[in-house]
């Protein structure tokens, strides 16, 4: 019950709160892919591969339908949902994101603000636009790719934030449970391309390379409390209005390694770092991130996984067109344990897309990851594999 009381709590106050609501906006998508992929099985689907879609050739995809709405209650009260249906995840309707926000009116260059639920920590210079995606690529970094896959704040944020004539100054600090097996995947699959977000309701698929004969699927599910103790993030931000934004944040999920509650916490830590800014007419997006994630089971020796990416991501408008660049860097390291799990690699992503108008984008991305991660052997595969992936997007907004 502990791991699904708070998001049903949130979806109750979402649905209360609509009989009140003084302003609702918000919209929705049906988003579907043309996919042509290399041979590796997806790690969707608990093989090796990096990116979302694999070993099927030339497919048809429906990659997500989404509904999202603001619901404002009072000028300084708002209540926010983001439901999805995806092929795959666990239930018909699942919540990505779902939250209530307090910011008081301030009329001075303070303002200050608190909310409460299940939403991503303030990590991502891509995915900016509804549904948690990213306006240049169908394909988030891998860091995003991680973000969207096992983290969640299932808790409270407090922000300040000091506004000047030119310049914004923020911070934050955030307290949260319910991300203890948040680690896992990064540990025991390593880095992957995916656009494919994990729902609060949902589970993670790891590889098939770690399941027991004749137990089936291997599965974790990153939105769970184990030790029943809080983690937290801090993060400060600054932003100009001609040089763009710098982002810092540290996160620590504060997991006991060793507690056991039908799967294991994972200690998870890292610092990120990204900016947005420009060059002339060129948007350029950068980001790195290093940390940590351990599980100590029966509490007699730490295994640790140290794990690092970064990209570039460059962008340029025309129009109704975008046009977008990205090469990601990815590694990971495991340490007083199994060496097959280490990992290194770096993608290319190529991505074009076209909006005629403001219900219609197409978008047109090529995506190769090239990878050494010793794992595949178990799969009776090279350690070295490039996976490709090109999709045709068309999402249909409303």
């Known amino acids: 019950m502990k791991r699904v009381a708070l998001p049903l709590l949130l979806a109750g106050l979402l649905v209360a709160g609509a009989g009140r609501a003084q302003d609702l906006s918000g919209g929705g998508y049906l988003d579907v892919r043309l996919v042509n992929t290399g041979s590796e099985r997806a790690p969707v689907d608990?093989?090796?591969g990096k990116t979302r879609y694999g070993d099927d050739g030339t497919a048809l995809h429906l990659a997500e339908a989404a509904l999202y709405g603001n619901l404002q209650l009072t000028e300084d009260v708002l209540v926010f949902a983001d439901l999805r249906y995806e092929p795959s995840q666990r239930t018909a309707v699942d919540l990505i994101e779902s939250y209530v926000r307090y910011?008081?009116?301030?009329l001075s260059p303070w303002r200050w603000s608190v909310k409460a639920g299940a939403f991503f920590p303030p990590v991502s210079e891509e995915n900016t636009s509804p549904g948690w995606t990213s306006p240049w690529t169908l394909t988030p970094s891998a860091i995003n790719s991680w973000v969207g896959e096992e983290l969640r704040t299932i808790g409270a944020e407090g922000?300040?934030?000091?506004?000047?004539?030119s310049d914004r100054l923020e911070a934050e600090v955030?307290?949260?449970g319910w991300n203890d097996a948040a680690g896992a995947a990064i540990a025991d699959r390593g880095w992957a391309m995916t656009d494919r977000i994990t729902g609060v309701f949902d589970r993670l698929r790891l590889p098939n390379?770690?399941?027991?004969?004749?137990?089936g699927a291997v599965w974790r599910e990153p939105f769970t409390e184990i030790d029943n103790s809080p983690g937290w993030y801090a993060g400060v931000s600054w932003k100009h209005e001609d040089w763009g934004k710098l982002d810092l944040l540290y996160y620590d999920n504060e997991a006991d390694p060793s507690a056991f509650d039908r799967e294991y916490a994972w200690h998870t830590r890292f610092i990120s770092a990204g900016t947005t800014t420009g060059i002339g007419p060129v948007t350029v997006l950068a980001q790195v991130m290093s940390g940590t994630t351990t599980i100590s089971p029966g509490g007699d020796e730490n295994y640790d996984t140290d794990f690092q990416s970064a990209y570039l991501l460059l962008g340029y408008r025309l129009g109704q067109w975008r046009f977008a660049a990205r090469a990601d860097f990815f590694a990971t390291e495991a340490q007083n344990y199994d060496l097959r799990l280490s990992e290194h690699g770096t993608s290319q992503t190529l991505a074009v897309s076209w909006t005629p108008?403001?219900?219609?984008?197409?978008?047109?991305?090529?995506?190769?990851?090239?990878?050494?991660?010793?794992q595949r052997l178990s799969?009776?595969?090279s350690p070295g594999q490039v996976d490709h992936q090109i999709q045709l997007g068309a999402k249909v907004m409303f």
């Not at 922000?159 to 004539?165: A, T």
């Open 159 to 165: 922000k300040v934030e000091w506004r000047g004539e």
């Open 174 to 176: 955030a307290v949260f």
């Open 357 to 374: 108008n403001e219900h219609l984008k197409l978008t047109l991305e090529g995506l190769r990851a090239d990878s050494w991660r010793t």
């Open 209 to 215: 390379a770690l399941s027991f004969p004749g137990k």
């Open 103 to 106: 910011r008081p009116l301030s």
């Open 46 to 48: 608990g093989g090796p």
């Open 379 to 381: 799969y009776g595969l």
